[in-house]
């Protein structure tokens, strides 16, 4: 895609995926609910506030392009691809060793990532920064062309749950809910439940691998970004059969939920309320069915540069901004809905991300490590123990019969 493109044509393709949206003069008088379609071709639903938000954030969306773009200019077109720095005081122990160019790149590019990706840029600079093109290098160009040939006509319980999922995923997207849609999302899905038999394919995945492809626009590179996501960014046994690490995820978000939320932890704890009916979704479907399509990528353009403690800064982040509504609430449903209407309604990613790195405390990927195995003993006795229950329960069938 990038190859035959000049920085000028990248420039005015960038310009031109990012309309001013316009609601009919009715729409505004009334205040009523309007349909329209976002960047990524979702239908999107919301009044004129909603809309007057949009804009607003596109406007940055462009002003953050031409930061992009004169950065290029002055620095090259891959200045970003140098050595990660993820704090401050881990930038003052590499300066010894590096340049101060070199520093001052990787803190520019932090922040900048934050503020956001550039669409047209997307595709380049994730795949080269989550490390899928490093794991690309590694195998023979025609790796995935091979293995999709190999798999095709084999059915396995994961191919038979992916052609399951297919129509349920995304319905009435323009492109991802057609014929050819549908067949290049089992490809990908497909040919991943190959590559990695202990993860096969779960549930969750489906929405994951199908915005994917409508960012990289090649399915190879979808492909190789699902990869370097459940084999490097997110943490292990988070997609296996018994999704232990999803559940480990569960109850160290409940551990920094107290940490950091103290208020609005008592409350849920008073309440009864189990953090998981919500926070499921979110760690397995990393906010794709929660959040706005162009909320959930300026999400991923951190996480996949600064890793899955991304994921709890946000989830955080969601509870922390409806603090005071939620300390109101008296039954399990109203909580429900108010997290599902602030997710939905999400169209301001600097909002969202401006709280979980601003609002919420720090957290470095080795607190959350620490955290994750001071869990795993609980989870992994807990299935245990749920296994043993549904081994006795299928004897007692047997031997009803």
């Keep these: 895609m990038y190859g035959t493109q000049s920085k000028q044509d990248l420039a005015l393709e960038f310009q031109s995926q990012i309309p001013i949206l316009r609601p009919s003069i009715h729409a505004r008088r009334a205040n009523i609910t309007v349909k329209f379609q976002d960047l990524y071709g979702f239908t999107v639903e919301g009044n004129v506030d909603d809309v007057n938000v949009l804009n607003e954030v596109r406007e ?24 990660r720095i993820s704090s401050i005081s881990e930038g003052i122990a590499l300066k010894s060793s590096l340049k101060l160019s070199t520093v001052a790149n990787a803190i520019t590019l932090k922040r900048l990532i934050r503020k956001g ?22 195998v ?5 062309n091979d293995m999709i040939k190999a798999v095709e006509g084999k059915v396995t319980p994961a191919t038979k749950q992916i052609d399951h999922d297919l129509p349920r995923t995304f319905p009435g997207h323009p492109w991802l809910d057609t014929p050819e849609g549908h067949a290049t999302l089992r490809r990908v899905l497909v040919g ?9 394919y779960c549930q969750g995945l489906n929405y994951v691998a199908a915005l994917l492809l409508l960012v990289m626009k090649t399915e190879e590179d979808a492909f190789w970004m699902l990869s370097v996501l459940l084999e490097n960014v997110l943490v292990n046994d988070c997609y296996t059969n018994n999704l232990s690490g999803c559940h480990v ?6 551990d920094l939920l107290a940490k950091n939320c103290p208020r609005i932890a008592a409350h849920l704890e008073e309440l009864e309320f189990d953090v998981s009916l919500v926070c499921t979704e979110w760690f397995l479907c990393l906010f794709s069915k929660s959040l706005p399509s162009e909320t959930t990528l300026r999400v991923w353009d951190v996480l996949f540069f600064e890793g899955a403690k991304v994921l709890f800064h946000v989830a955080l982040a969601i509870f922390k901004m409806k603090e005071e509504e939620l300390l ?8 429900i809905n108010i997290i599902q209407r602030t997710t939905h309604h999400l169209f301001d990613p600097e909002e969202l991300l401006t709280v979980a790195f601003d609002k919420i405390g720090s957290m470095t990927t080795t ?4 955290q994750r195995k ?21 004897m007692d069938e047997k031997n009803d019969l």
């Design 192 to 200: 991943y439940s190959f590559r990695d038999s202990d993860v096969g």
């Design 249 to 254: 995820e569960q109850r160290v978000f409940k």
């Design 367 to 370: 607190t959350i490590s620490k």
């Design 140 to 144: 023979p160009d025609s790796y995935y």
């Design 60 to 83: 940055k969306v462009r002003e953050q392009g031409r930061v992009w773009w004169s950065l290029e200019a002055s620095k090259g077109a891959n200045w970003y691809l140098q050595p």
């Design 374 to 394: 001071k869990q795993e003993p609980a989870v992994m006795a807990e299935l245990d123990q749920r296994l043993r229950r549904l081994n006795s329960l299928k």
């Design 117 to 138: 990706i550039p669409p047209v840029l997307r595709p380049k600079v994730w795949f080269s920064l989550s490390g899928a093109a490093k794991k690309k290098s590694t």
């Design 328 to 335: 109101l609430t008296h039954q399990v449903g109203d909580i």
